[in-house]
Each structure stands twice: as structure tokens, then as C-alpha cells.
């Protein structure tokens, strides 16, 4: 479908906060509410951080606090200026006529104001994340309604960002939900199995194209051939040298660096005599 | 520096974070932390039997010039009292603070997690290194203040005599507290959608082979710490060598006053007055020993922090030449 307006890209810190907002909601409350802070670029709306906002919401009638949410971006303005209203989120599956009055006093906040719906509730199995833009339709002069036209979405990462994310979803795995922090040595190891898996994966595709049960696949052959001519060839001399070389200076920053605590704790020892 | 909670009874044993709290944090710093300037926020949650549960956290604005009577209190306040309404736990139980390198033993630091301690007895600083992070590993640590620190803190008494007496060392200053990051259910399908629908690379900067740079800069903040102590250490020694001379002069002066004594009682004069011997030598002011310690233990940081470094190349060095070996 071809989609009409700018591209919205989403940091995985607003989609947890949405998230952990609609966990606290009030008793009672379906939904939850709150304003979309980020950036606008021109082909792009940049969604960095967002904050809830509490509202009411029966059958005829919605109230929301503005006072509130002027006072937050206010606050939030300080820490980071450079944000700005984009629009508002709601969890839900839907967009009701609520939505609309909604998306109205966002309108007198930011200009086009874009608004997007996370599906917390799991209607569907999946959470669907799904932004829009108001576009108004009817015939002018008479009924004039307002139809909310969905924007492509994207997930970008700072590289930090995306570490945390590897971190977090590691948690998936374990019962109880918990990672604690790992350090040293069994990071690389970790790191290095999973590339072995991988690799694993490759050599299981390759066996089977050998023995002919998968047909080959051409730009697969071709990657693999990338792959095996990535790891360089240096002569075995010159890259034992370097080997050498790297490790005999790793050797001596740990020899210092043991040297120094053992000088410091010395002279703790002697002065505290 | 740092000895592991399970040793002292200290009614923290385990912090337990939200995701999204680590993700908030290194949000922060990537959008108004760059260029080694820190960044600091305030930490929320609740204690729930021996752990120290975080939610929630929202950042400081950074400290400018043109904001001189911005107050602080108030912000804090304002955005506690605005969090309530949404139901996020508003109980203070700490603060975070990124770091450069590892260098944030300071005294400002001390200063500011003794207030939070004090107040708060559960507190926490949790230290965010991005750079580390960048490497390829979430680098988080908490720490908390040793109970000895405190006393000592709470005293103010930093000299040499008064920490000899409370028989601290840079080793017992902070105790780092382990840390194990949490997520609700709903968070893991956000995960599992993330997963799903993400397009980024898998990037593996964890098996990056290149060292010299973040070596270089870790060596160079080591050896600025190790001149501060070196001068630290010649004015105590200074100070020690002008304290026994005038040891001396004390005893020679004493010395002298007795035999002038003996001589008049031989001659039947009055003897000369005891003169307050105090007010004429003045003993030297003994330098403080509080920015020794944390130098101390600030060194003994980057130490440790140089040594993960290496350790870590050198199992990747060793992988690299297997990887050569069958070539």
C-alpha cells in the first residue's frame, strides 16, 4: 500500500514506557493516554520520549489534563531542549471517536500531530504498533470528517541503545524473567558462541545443498564466498609479529596496573601504621 | 575499592532494574551527554525485603550558566508530584551518573552520596559508563558507601589520626552492589515484536580486535591520578618530617629549660616560669587525608578497569590466531 507522509522512526525507550504506563494504569481506566516528544525532520518524525497523561474516558464524554501535560513537557523541555510535541500516543486496538477530540487539542499543540496506537491488550496475538497522520475527507463545505491515514514505522537504535535491547532480550530466556550483568572474560565467550552458532547454521545450509536435499542459491554462494575471503590473509611470520607485539603490550599494561594497586596499597599500609 | 555486598550487612543485597529504566539511562547520555560532560538523573522505585527495586528514573537538567537560579528542588518536586498522578512509584532511592572512563571517585560524588545516604538508608549510585557500553557489553554498576564511610562522613573528621582510628583503606569505601535487570511480561512481547520487526545489522563490537585507542586513554587518566597522589604523598611527607623536627625542637627546648632550672637552683635564683609550651611551637596543620583516600581509590578503579580490558583482548587475540592457524 503506498503510504503518504513522512516515515516514523521509534527509539524501543518510548515503546517500554508506553508499555510500563499502561501496567500502572488506574483501576478501571481501558487505555492510557500521553504526548510523544521527539524531533521532526523532512522526511522524518524522530520519536525519542514520551510521558503518560492522565484522562478519563467514559462513554460520552473524555477529559484529559492539559494543565498536567503543558507542566511535564515544560520539565521535560529543561533536561532536553531540542525536544518538541509530535503527537500523542494511546494503547488499544482502535480508534474511537475519543481519539479524534484527542488528536484535535494535539493539533493546537504541534502541527500535524501524529498518533500512535500500540496494542498492549494483544487483540490480535501481536502487539501492533501502528502510527497516523489526520487527513480531512468528506466534501468540503459540508460533512466534514477526519480520517486517520497510517505512516510506515520503523525501530531505530542508537549503538548504545541496541546493546541494551541485546541485553534485555536476554531476558526473555531465562524463567523469572532476569539477566543479572555479566563481566570479563565470559562476555567474549558469550559473544563468541553466538557467532559460532551461526556458523553453525551456515555449515548445517551448506551440508544440505552438498547432499542436494536444498537447491543452491546463488546470492547465498555469493555471500559465502565474502564470507571465507573476509578472514585475511597475512603471512604466517608477519602476523605472529603482530600477535607478538599486541600481546606482549596487553602484558605490560596488566603488569603496571598490578604494580600500581600493590604501590597504593603499600602505601595505605604505611601510612595508616 | 569495591568489596561485594555478601561480606557487610548492608540492608541492600541486590538491585533489581526495569529495562526500561537502562534503556531511559542510555537515552540520556546519548542525547545531552556528549563530549565527557557527566549527566545525572534521579532514580525511583521501592525496597521490597533485602532488594532495592528501581521503576522508574527521570534525568537533571545539565548545570548552565545562563540557568544560575535554577533550583533543582523545585524541578525534583514538580516532577515527583506529576508522576505520582500517573502512578509511578515516587519514593527516592538513589541516583545515576555517567562516567568517563571510569573516573567518578570524587569528592562531589562522596559528598552527594553521603546526603542521599543519609537521608535515604537504602541508596544507590548507579555509575553508567557509555563507553564501555560502546564496546559491546552494558557496562552498570551501583555502589553504596560503607558504614565505616559514613561514620566517618558524618564526623567530618578527616585526619590522618581520625582515619587510622576508623582503620579505613580505599579497598572498604564502596561496596558495589550486583545488579539483575527485569522485565514484565508485557515488556518481553515488546522484545519478541522488536525482534521481529527490527532490520539492524547484528554488529558484534564485542569482538572488535582494536585496543590502543581506549588503552591509550585509560593510561593517560592513570598516570594523571598517580601525579596527583605522588603530590599528595610528598606533602604528607612534609608535613610528617616537619612535625618530628619540631618534635625535636620541643624535647631540646624542654632540655634546655632544665638545665637553666638546675643551674639557678645551684645559684638560689628564681626559677625561669613554665611557659606554656604549646603556644610557641604550634603544631603543624596536618594535611587532610580524605582526598588521598579517594585518589587511591580512583586509581585502584582504573586499574581494575585496564586489567578487564586486557584480559578481554587477550582471550580475542587468541581467537584470532586459531582463526589464522587454519588458514
Same mark, same amino acid.
Given at each position: 500500500?503506498?503510504?503518504?507522509?513522512?516515515?516514523?522512526?521509534?527509539?524501543?525507550?518510548?515503546?517500554?514506557?508506553?508499555?510500563?504506563?499502561?501496567?500502572r494504569?488506574?483501576?478501571?481506566?481501558?487505555?492510557?493516554?500521553?504526548?510523544?516528544?521527539?524531533?521532526?525532520?523532512?522526511?522524518?518524525? /524522530?520519536? &525519542?520520549?514520551?510521558?503518560?497523561?492522565?484522562?478519563?474516558?467514559?462513554?460520552?464524554?473524555?477529559?484529559?489534563?492539559?494543565?498536567?501535560?503543558?507542566?511535564?513537557?515544560?520539565?521535560?523541555?529543561?533536561?532536553?531542549?531540542?525536544?518538541?510535541?509530535?503527537g500523542?500516543?494511546?494503547?488499544?486496538?482502535?480508534?474511537?471517536?475519543?481519539?479524534?477530540?484527542?488528536?484535535?487539542?494535539?493539533?493546537?499543540?504541534?502541527?500535524?500531530?501524529?498518533?500512535?496506537?500500540?496494542?498492549?491488550?494483544?487483540?490480535?496475538?501481536?502487539?501492533?504498533?501502528?502510527?497516523?497522520?489526520?487527513?480531512?475527507?468528506?466534501?468540503?463545505?459540508?460533512t466534514?470528517?477526519?480520517?486517520?491515514?497510517?505512516?510506515?514505522?520503523?525501530?531505530?537504535?542508537?549503538? &548504545?541503545?541496541?546493546?541494551?535491547?541485546?541485553?534485555?532480550?536476554?531476558?526473555?530466556?531465562?524463567?523469572?524473567?532476569?539477566?543479572?550483568?555479566?563481566?570479563?572474560?565470559?562476555?567474549?565467550?558469550?559473544?563468541?558462541?553466538?557467532?559460532?552458532?551461526?556458523?553453525?547454521?551456515?555449515?548445517?545450509?551448506?551440508?544440505?545443498?552438498?547432499?542436494?536435499?536444498?537447491?543452491?542459491?546463488?546470492?547465498?554462494?555469493?555471500?559465502?564466498?565474502?564470507?571465507?575471503?573476509?578472514?585475511?590473509?597475512?603471512?604466517?611470520?608477519?602476523?605472529?609479529?603482530m600477535?607478538?607485539?599486541?600481546?606482549?603490550?596487553?602484558?605490560?599494561?596488566?603488569?603496571?596496573?598490578?604494580?600500581?594497586?600493590?604501590?597504593?596499597?603499600?602505601?595505605?599500609?604505611?601510612?595508616?601504621? | 575499592?569495591?568489596s561485594?555486598?555478601?561480606?557487610?550487612?548492608?540492608?541492600?543485597?541486590?538491585?533489581?532494574?526495569?529495562?526500561?529504566v537502562?534503556?531511559?539511562?542510555?537515552?540520556?547520555?546519548?542525547?545531552?551527554?556528549?563530549?565527557s560532560?557527566?549527566?545525572q538523573?534521579?532514580?525511583?522505585?521501592?525496597v521490597v525485603?533485602?532488594?532495592?527495586?528501581?521503576?522508574?528514573?527521570?534525568?537533571?537538567?545539565?548545570?548552565? /550558566?545562563?540557568?544560575?537560579?535554577?533550583?533543582?528542588?523545585?524541578?525534583?518536586?514538580?516532577?515527583?508530584r506529576?508522576?505520582?498522578?500517573?502512578?509511578?512509584?515516587?519514593?527516592?532511592?538513589?541516583?545515576?551518573?555517567?562516567?568517563?572512563?571510569?573516573?567518578f571517585?570524587?569528592?562531589?560524588?562522596?559528598?552527594?552520596?553521603?546526603?542521599?545516604?543519609?537521608?535515604?538508608?537504602?541508596?544507590?549510585?548507579?555509575?553508567?559508563?557509555?563507553?564501555?557500553?560502546?564496546?559491546?557489553?552494558?557496562?552498570?554498576?551501583?555502589?553504596?558507601?560503607?558504614?565505616?564511610?559514613?561514620?566517618?562522613?558524618?564526623?567530618?573528621?578527616? &585526619?590522618?589520626?581520625?582515619?587510622?582510628?576508623?582503620?579505613?583503606?580505599f579497598?572498604?569505601m564502596?561496596?558495589?552492589?550486583?545488579?539483575?535487570?527485569?522485565?514484565?511480561?508485557?515488556?518481553?512481547?515488546?522484545?519478541? /515484536?522488536?525482534?521481529?520487526?527490527? &532490520?539492524?545489522?547484528?554488529?558484534?563490537?564485542?569482538?572488535?580486535?582494536?585496543?590502543?585507542?581506549?588503552?591509550?586513554?585509560?593510561?593517560?587518566?592513570?598516570?594523571?591520578?598517580?601525579?596527583?597522589?605522588?603530590?599528595?604523598?610528598?606533602?604528607?611527607?612534609?608535613?610528617?618530617?616537619?612535625?618530628?623536627?619540631?618534635?625535636?625542637?620541643?624535647?631540646?627546648?624542654?632540655?634546655?629549660?632544665?638545665? /637553666?632550672?638546675?643551674?639557678?637552683?645551684?645559684?638560689?635564683?628564681?626559677?625561669?616560669?613554665?611557659?606554656?609550651?604549646?603556644?610557641m611551637?604550634?603544631?603543624?596543620?596536618?594535611?587532610?587525608?580524605?582526598?588521598?583516600?579517594?585518589?587511591?581509590?580512583?586509581?585502584?578503579?582504573?586499574?581494575?578497569?585496564?586489567?578487564?580490558?586486557?584480559?578481554?583482548?587477550?582471550?580475542?587475540?587468541?581467537?584470532?590466531?586459531?582463526?589464522?592457524?587454519?588458514?
Amino acid at each position: 500500500m503506498s503510504v503518504f507522509g513522512p516515515v516514523v522512526k521509534i527509539h524501543p525507550v518510548v515503546l517500554a514506557s508506553i508499555c510500563d504506563s499502561y501496567e500502572r494504569r488506574n483501576e478501571g481506566a481501558s487505555r492510557v493516554i500521553g504526548t510523544l516528544l521527539g524531533t521532526i525532520d523532512k522526511h522524518s518524525i /524522530e520519536v &525519542t520520549n514520551c510521558f503518560s497523561v492522565p484522562h478519563n474516558e467514559s462513554e460520552d464524554e473524555v477529559a484529559v489534563d492539559m494543565e498536567f501535560a503543558k507542566n511535564m513537557y515544560e520539565l521535560h523541555k529543561r533536561v532536553s531542549p531540542t525536544e518538541v510535541i509530535i503527537g500523542w500516543y494511546a494503547t488499544g486496538f482502535d480508534i474511537t471517536e475519543h481519539s479524534v477530540l484527542i488528536h484535535e487539542y494535539y493539533s493546537r499543540e504541534a502541527t500535524n500531530p501524529i498518533h500512535l496506537t500500540a496494542d498492549t491488550a494483544l487483540q490480535s496475538g501481536k502487539m501492533n504498533i501502528r502510527a497516523y497522520v489526520s487527513a480531512q475527507m468528506g466534501v468540503p463545505g459540508k460533512t466534514v470528517g477526519v480520517m486517520f491515514t497510517p505512516l510506515s514505522v520503523k525501530y531505530i537504535y542508537y549503538d &548504545t541503545e541496541r546493546i541494551g535491547v541485546d541485553l534485555l532480550q536476554r531476558t526473555r530466556m531465562t524463567p523469572g524473567r532476569t539477566k543479572g550483568l555479566t563481566s570479563d572474560l565470559s562476555q567474549v565467550a558469550g559473544s563468541a558462541s553466538r557467532v559460532q552458532d551461526m556458523l553453525t547454521t551456515v555449515l548445517a545450509y551448506i551440508e544440505d545443498v552438498l547432499s542436494g536435499k536444498v537447491t543452491a542459491d546463488n546470492s547465498v554462494g555469493r555471500f559465502l564466498m565474502d564470507l571465507v575471503n573476509k578472514v585475511p590473509t597475512i603471512s604466517a611470520e608477519d602476523f605472529e609479529n603482530m600477535l607478538n607485539s599486541n600481546i606482549n603490550d596487553l602484558l605490560m599494561v596488566t603488569y603496571l596496573s598490578n604494580l600500581t594497586q600493590a604501590q597504593i596499597a603499600l602505601n595505605e599500609k604505611l601510612v595508616l601504621l | 575499592m569495591a568489596s561485594t555486598a555478601g561480606t557487610l550487612d548492608s540492608p541492600v543485597k541486590q538491585i533489581q532494574i526495569e529495562g526500561m529504566v537502562v534503556l531511559k539511562i542510555i537515552k540520556h547520555y546519548q542525547e545531552e551527554g556528549q563530549g565527557s560532560e557527566v549527566v545525572q538523573g534521579v532514580l525511583l522505585g521501592l525496597v521490597v525485603e533485602d532488594r532495592l527495586e528501581i521503576t522508574n528514573c527521570f534525568p537533571f537538567p545539565q548545570h548552565t /550558566e545562563d540557568d544560575a537560579d535554577f533550583d533543582e528542588v523545585q524541578y525534583q518536586m514538580e516532577m515527583m508530584r506529576s508522576l505520582r498522578h500517573v502512578n509511578i512509584d515516587h519514593l527516592h532511592v538513589g541516583w545515576y551518573q555517567s562516567t568517563y572512563y571510569g573516573s567518578f571517585v570524587s569528592r562531589a560524588l562522596l559528598d552527594s552520596q553521603f546526603s542521599y545516604q543519609h537521608a535515604i538508608e537504602e541508596s544507590v549510585v548507579l555509575i553508567y559508563d557509555p563507553i564501555k557500553t560502546g564496546q559491546g557489553s552494558l557496562s552498570l554498576k551501583a555502589y553504596r558507601l560503607t558504614p565505616k564511610l559514613m561514620e566517618i562522613c558524618k564526623e567530618k573528621d578527616f &585526619t590522618p589520626e581520625g582515619l587510622k582510628k576508623a582503620n579505613i583503606g580505599f579497598e572498604h569505601m564502596f561496596e558495589e552492589v550486583p545488579i539483575v535487570i527485569r522485565n514484565s511480561h508485557l515488556i518481553n512481547v515488546l522484545m519478541w /515484536e522488536l525482534e521481529d520487526k527490527s &532490520t539492524v545489522a547484528d554488529k558484534h563490537e564485542l569482538l572488535n580486535l582494536s585496543s590502543s585507542n581506549h588503552l591509550e586513554k585509560s593510561l593517560q587518566l592513570l598516570m594523571d591520578r598517580v601525579d596527583d597522589m605522588s603530590q599528595d604523598i610528598v606533602k604528607f611527607n612534609t608535613y610528617s618530617r616537619n612535625l618530628s623536627k619540631q618534635q625535636q625542637q620541643k624535647h631540646q627546648y624542654l632540655q634546655r629549660r632544665q638545665q /637553666e632550672n638546675a643551674q639557678r637552683q645551684s645559684r638560689g635564683e628564681p626559677q625561669l616560669p613554665e611557659e606554656d609550651i604549646n603556644k610557641m611551637f604550634k603544631p603543624p596543620q596536618p594535611p587532610p587525608r580524605m582526598d588521598t583516600l579517594l585518589i587511591a581509590g580512583q586509581v585502584n578503579n582504573y586499574c581494575q578497569n585496564v586489567k578487564e580490558f586486557t584480559s578481554q583482548n587477550l582471550g580475542k587475540l587468541f581467537m584470532a590466531e586459531a582463526l589464522q592457524g587454519h588458514n
